[in-house]
């Protein structure tokens, strides 16, 4: 059963600065790696579907890179709008990652 | 445009079952396979499983193997799904969601989601 762990579980930052997302299998997913955005009281979001193709709608500061095993997730210039949990899921069992907390520093 | 819509809150004793529904309208119900995802209070998302709308054939974690049920009513385009043996531990939020692709297509991502039902287990 394919593991995915996200780091860190926290990230504080100020607007205006760069995230970067982590999302590790425990074994080989391929390209196959989505993530997600949620804030409180709603349903996800789907950012990244593939490791690295934006969903419709999203904006360009979001972006996915990655294969195998190792995926990023990357806001180049946060928004207020940007602090929320972000999750990645993978394929082959449908699994997510634990989240990240991305809060205002 | 998509939508999911999905029964009312429940409130359930532990030991009992609950059966959420989840009609799809907007696109051909069976050409995309359907999802369920769960979240605790204050917790991360959890997947259930999921179900081809098309031949009915499920998939679940292993965590529910056993204890929930999948089905679909093409005639209603509605989705369900049964979980027994309730515990104060399966409180939560039950989504239902739509994949992005094509069944039998390769690709990631779950776009469409529904509303959210909110199941509480407690004596």
């Known amino acids: 059963e394919i593991v995915l762990t996200q780091s860190p579980a926290t990230l504080s930052l100020s607007p205006g600065e760069r995230a970067t997302l982590s999302c590790r299998a425990s074994?080989?997913?391929?390209?196959?790696l989505a993530w997600y955005q949620q804030k409180p009281g709603q349903a996800p979001r789907l950012l990244i579907y593939d490791a690295s193709n934006r969903a419709t709608g999203i904006p360009a500061r979001f972006s996915g890179s990655g294969s195998g095993t190792d995926f990023t997730l990357t806001i180049s210039s946060l928004e207020p709008e940007d602090f929320a949990v972000y999750y990645c899921q993978q394929r082959s069992n449908w699994s997510f990652g634990q989240g990240t907390r991305l809060e205002i520093k | 445009q998509v939508q999911l819509v999905q029964s009312g809150a429940e409130v359930k004793k532990p030991g009992a079952s609950v059966k959420v529904s989840c009609k799809a309208s907007?696109?051909?119900?069976?050409?995309?396979?359907m999802h369920w995802v769960r979240q605790a209070p204050g917790q991360g998302l959890e997947w259930m499983g999921i179900i081809n709308p098309s031949g009915g054939s499920t998939s679940y974690a292993q965590k529910f193997q056993g204890r929930v049920t999948m089905t679909r009513d093409t005639s209603t385009s509605t989705v369900y799904m049964e979980l027994s043996s309730l515990r104060s531990e399966d409180t939560a939020v039950y989504y239902c969601a739509r994949d992005r692709v094509r069944i039998a297509v390769a690709g990631t991502g779950i776009v469409y989601w529904g509303q959210g039902t909110l199941v509480t287990v407690s004596s």
């Open positions: 074994q080989s997913v391929s390209s196959y």
């Open positions: 907007g696109y051909t119900f069976t050409s995309y396979y």
